[in-house]
């Protein structure tokens, strides 16, 4: 099983800013089957980013997915309030698809 | 639209049985993989199993193997899991999503409580 672990675990950011959450990865993920999903309170997840790079569709261009093999970025740009939530990683390289625990984006 | 909507959520006693359904609409359901995803109340999420476009392939998360049974039925648009032998540990929001390389829609989800 390819365990994922992000960090930070909490990022407090103001608006404006930029965040940069990190997924990292037990073992290389083949074909950069790496996926970031936002999720809000009492909402399920919503696709931001899969093939580790290329942006969902209506994902504004503020969101950029990077990295191969073991690890992966998400970076947020010019951050807004709207963007508090938690984020997380997903990879489908191999059976079982498992997620990273999450990192917690807080905008003041 | 795409939708997908879950039922068949509630309370269960450890041991007991629960089947999910998630219908689908809005898109040709039999073209795309179909996966089951939890969330147990304030944790992440965790991802439960997996069928292929006729449910000749299937996988699952180490802590549901043997106990719970995803299938689908293409004809009725609908994918189904079957828990059997549930646990206190599986009480969570049960998500269907769609896709293969990525989760591009998902339900709303159901709740399975299982306590005593």
Redesign the interface.
């Known amino acids: 099983?390819i365990v994922l672990t992000q960090s930070p675990g909490t990022l407090s950011l103001s608006p404006g800013e930029r965040a940069t959450l990190s997924c990292r990865a037990s073992r290389t993920i083949s074909s950069n089957?790496l996926?970031w999903?936002q999720?809000k309170p009492g909402q399920?997840?919503?696709?931001l980013i899969?093939?580790a790079s290329t942006r969902?569709?209506g994902i504004p261009d503020r969101f950029t997915g990077s990295g191969s093999g073991t690890d992966f970025t998400l970076t947020i740009n010019r951050l807004e309030p709207e963007d508090s939530a938690?984020y997380?990683c997903?990879q489908?390289g191999s059976?079982?698809?498992?997620?990273?625990?999450?990192t917690k984006l807080e905008i003041q | 639209e795409v939708q997908l909507v879950e039922s068949g959520g509630g309370l269960v006693q450890p041991g007991g049985s629960l089947r999910l359904s998630c219908a689908a609409s809005g898109f040709s359901f039999s073209s795309y993989w179909m996966h089951w995803v939890r969330q147990a109340p304030g944790k992440g999420l965790v991802w439960v199993s997996r069928i292929d476009f006729d449910g000749s392939s299937t996988t699952y998360a180490d802590s549901v193997k043997g106990r719970f049974t995803i299938s689908r039925d293409n004809a009725k648009n609908t994918l189904y899991l079957q828990m059997n032998s549930l646990r206190d540990e599986d009480t969570a929001v049960y998500y269907c999503a769609r896709g293969a390389r990525f989760n591009d829609y998902w339900g709303h989800g159901t709740l399975v409580t299982v306590s005593s």
Request: no cysteine; hydrophobic share 30%; net charge neutral.
């Open positions: 099983e089957f996926v999903y999720q399920a997840p919503r696709v899969y093939g969902a569709t938690v997380y997903q489908f059976s079982p698809y498992t997620f990273g625990q999450g």
